[in-house]
């Protein structure tokens, strides 16, 4: 298969809802209609197809999809057409439309720091927090953290009494739209990169240990 459009394609690694998001999006580019077997045959990564019906019906239910033609027999898959392009990154929907909670927060937070520019880790808080999902200030104190540890962010005024700790973005440092993410092995991984930057302990990539000061 040949490469896709840069437009149509997310930077760094990508796991498999990535890969059937830019599907949809080339099949839409191209005039054709959308449905699972054509979308999971252009897969590089094997699927099951039951996941991608699944990841169509939802982004239906969602109203990015909307469908043109029903099976006339039995077997026959659901055609589709793209109704809402948002663009390069895959929506995230269940199988009924609905849109996992799950690291939420620490995508509007890492969009957030970047227009902040410098911040304290109550402050990221309040800023990237909306009525949905709510960003606890000890959730954006660790996410600080782990990101001062990967060199993502420096210290812009250090802690000390009655003052916390006040972070910027190093402007090199910024990877990519997605957010890189705490694993439950405690360490950052940044799914822009396909790295893991920050290992168990807030030990960095350079070796330094990221635990100094208070955010």
Known sequence: MSRKPVHLEAQGPKGSRQAM???????????????????????QEVVPVGRVRDYLTGLEKAGYLGRIAEPRKSGQPVQYTLVRDV????????RDGSEPAQGRGREQMWRTLRILGEFSA????SAASTPAVPVAEATASEYCRYLK???????????????AERFRLVASRWSGPRAPMIQRVKQLYDPNTGKVVVTRGLQGENGDNGDGGDA
């Open 122 to 125: 109550r402050q990221l808080a």
């Open 87 to 94: 663009g390069v990154e895959a929506p995230r929907v269940r």
């Open 149 to 163: 540890a990967g060199g993502y962010l420096q210290t812009a005024r250090s802690s000390a009494p009655g003052q």
């Open 21 to 43: 998001w830019e599907e949809i999006r080339r099949l839409h580019l191209a005039g054709e209609p959308i449905n699972a077997p054509d979308v999971r045959g252009h897969l």
